[in-house]
T-cell receptor
Framework: QKEVEQNSGPLSVPEGAIASLNCTYS??????FFWYRQYSGKSPELIMS????GDKEDGRFTAQLNKASQYVSLLIRDSQPSDSATYLC????????????FGQGTRLTINP | NAGVTQTPKFRILKIGQSMTLQCAQD?????MYWYRQDPGMGLKLIYY???????DKGEVPNGYNVSRSTTEDFPLRLELAAPSQTSVYFC???????????????FGPGTRLTVT
């Protein structure tokens, strides 16, 4: 089992709809969770961090964390074509070396 | 703050040549990382460092070497370049001193390397 799993997509969403991206992780003791956005040919950019169970909202983005079920999700409301990118989930495990574990990423396409 | 900077942006190497990819950060971060990303694939950790003088291997260290003599700089050395090292290389850093927010990683713009 991979440590951090994401559906690779592509996920296609119409403009203005809600895009929902999901991520599961294997280390039950993980404490820190991150979402990165990566445009084609660019470096990953941190867009959300979440540390506690529940929802965290930042503009059109909402991160949701459920530690009991070991999943973290990212919702993008009112999706725009500029949201088309690959979204990477990253987890900081409580055990092991001091490094983030990244998922493979989900490619999201917003259709005008 | 410039954040994380990387040089060069692009490089073409011949098989067997060597080169150093430069990475620097001005955020007083303790932790630094090198990743490679092949086309359409995820990030693979090559090496990382939790402080000056301390380095450790990631998942794909073969063919690479690193050093960390200062907090700011973390160069990646490629010895005897091979076509399999054709990739985009990203450097990243994080504060890493504990507490929420310490492990948020910030990435440089990347170096696109082709070995022919």
């Amino acid at each position: 089992q991979k440590e951090v799993e994401q559906n690779s997509g592509p996920l296609s969403v119409p403009e203005g709809a809600i895009a929902s991206l999901n991520c599961t992780y294997s280390d039950r003791g993980s404490q820190s969770f991150f979402w990165y956005r990566q445009y084609s040919g660019k470096s990953p950019e941190l867009i959300m961090s979440i540390y506690s169970n529940g929802d965290k909202e930042d503009g059109r983005f909402t991160a949701q964390l459920n530690k009991a079920s070991q999943y973290v999700s990212l919702l993008i409301r009112d999706s725009q074509p500029s949201d088309s990118a690959t979204y990477l989930c990253a987890v900081f495990p409580i055990q092991g070396a001091q490094k983030l574990v990244f998922g493979q990423g989900t490619r999201l396409t917003i259709n005008p | 703050n410039a954040g994380v900077t990387q040089t060069p942006k692009f490089r073409i190497l011949k098989i067997g040549q060597s080169m150093t990819l430069q990475c620097a950060q001005d955020m007083n971060h303790n932790y630094m990382y090198w990743y490679r990303q092949d086309p359409g694939m995820g990030l693979k950790l090559i090496y990382y460092s939790v402080g000056a003088g301390i380095t450790d291997k990631g998942e794909v260290p073969n063919g690479y070497n690193v050093s960390r003599s200062t907090t700011e700089d973390f160069p990646l050395r490629l010895e005897l370049a091979a076509p399999s090292q054709t990739s985009v290389y990203f450097c990243a850093s994080s504060y890493g001193q504990g507490g929420y927010g310490s492990y948020e990683q910030y990435f440089g713009p990347g170096t696109r390397l082709t070995v022919t």
